[in-house]
């Protein structure tokens, strides 16, 4: 079942949560690294939630079910993985942060359904990226893809279930 898991994982985040919190009100920002280990461990636990399948997120290159472009499939199927990136739909600190918020207001089941809402991993080329982070990468959107252009041509939307 491996060492990261919700039910381990959901009490780190508290834990990371209050620090970060704690940071805050103290003067420190979320820049000068107060969200970090929020933000780290909410993304551990967003694939466990929303891609229970893959130990690593690297392995979602090789997973047929991976959200992509068309960009990104070209490159896949001439093997050109490096230059295929994983991009968080929604962008990670905004995510976090929300997560955090939800926390407060209903407990550690409102993280999980706010990963499963919104957490997200799409396979874009170097170029899509790029672009999208150019446009937008610090706000939650749900069009955000969208607002680039970019469309998803294959692959399913998480959550994936645990067992295919």
Known sequence: MGKYRADNLLP???MAAALRNDMLKAGF??????IHSAERIIDILGQRVCYPLLTHSNNLKRHPNAERTQAADDLLRKG???SVKIEHVSPQRALT???ID???KGGPEAVIQTLLDNYRLVLLSSFEMAELNRVNRSELQADRLQKCGLEIVAGVRPPWP???
């Open 12 to 14: 780190m985040f508290e």
């Open 29 to 34: 920002t979320d820049n000068g690294g107060a």
């Open 80 to 82: 050109e993985n490096a």
């Open 97 to 99: 942060r929300l997560a």
């Open 102 to 104: 939800q926390l407060k």
């Open 162 to 164: 645990a067992g295919g």
